[in-house]
């Protein structure tokens, strides 16, 4: 079997497994994103569409493992848009949790317009250009007719999403347009990537690659899709071991809240009893003054006739006692 002409383990960063993986649909590219830069080894790189960073950071860690002399400016609103979302500053606050300390000697994280951040670069400077901002057609149209004056002769371009023809999604059609009288490739899959000599200068070390084609080039699509499938299922298994460990740490939580539970509980069965107990005893001496009452009662009953008697007696005697002074006056004995 004769040697491919293209082989992509002749450009071995390709397989180095990517520090940032955060968006589904462009970390199946990232695997070629990183070859690519080795490849193409860029004076400028510019993204345009930066949003979570998956692409940026892998171009960043590429150009970072290989000590290049590049300079990125990855540039976006972080705002969003109808296809990506809306969304405030914390997109960009943890963006720059993975940027700044690895990337900030060589990139820029540029919040702005690309209108505005294509009139800071001059033209012909940019060597890999990815597009991938708002993808309807006009959209992406201007972004391309915007900084195709900004790319070097031999630059290399980047379409995301070409796979995608639902809702609004234009980038296909463009890609259609630009890539018929140029070198080209194109991944079917993580939604499309198209990649573009974009000068009139094909770079050398992407000759034998744009010249891919039949079985020669279906294995190299193979080849990428299983490294980036990989990619995807790391940051799957990553999320559900994230996942998992969570669960373990609610489940704990929960086994500490059920024994606190349990323990109040218990304090409260402890209170309960005590409240019968006093509420007996409430009882128990209630029932007794009842009783006191009712004897006191009986006793002032009592005291009031012995009283009602004594004064009787005291009475009749007091009469026995006077009846002969009475009789010696002349009165009623």
Known sequence: MPPMPFNPLDHPLCLEPPRHVNAISWQEHIPFGMALVQMVRPKALVELGVHTGDSYLAFCQAVSELGLDTACYGVDTWRGDEHAGFFGDEVLAELRKHHDARYG???????????????????????????????????????????????????????????????????????????????????????????????????????????????????????????????????????????????????????????????????????????????????????EAAQLRARLHDDEVELARARSQLAGRSYRICRAITAPWRLLRGGRP
């Open 105 to 287: 000697t060589f990139s820029r994280l540029v919040q702005s317009t690309f209108d505005e951040a294509a009139r800071h670069l001059p033209d012909g400077s940019v060597s890999l250009l990815h597009i991938d901002g708002l993808h309807t057609y006009a959209a992406v149209k201007h972004d391309w007719e915007t900084w195709k004056p900004k790319l070097a002769p031999s630059a290399v371009a980047l379409f995301h999403d070409v796979n995608v023809r639902e809702r609004d999604f234009g980038v296909w059609k463009l890609w259609d347009e630009i890539k018929a009288d140029r070198p080209h490739f194109e991944f079917q899959h993580g939604h499309g990537l198209g990649v573009l000599a974009a000068g009139p200068e094909t770079p050398p070390a992407l000759k034998d690659f744009f010249d891919l084609r039949g079985d020669a080039a279906a294995k190299v699509r193979a080849f990428f899709f299983a490294l980036g499938n990989r990619v995807t299922l790391q940051a799957k298994a990553e999320k559900l071991e994230e996942t998992q460990r969570r669960v373990l740490e609610y489940d704990h939580e929960c086994r500490l809240r059920d024994a606190r539970i349990r323990e109040q509980e218990a304090k409260l069965l402890e209170y309960d009893s005590a409240v019968r107990d006093r509420n007996a005893t409430i009882q128990r001496l209630g029932d």
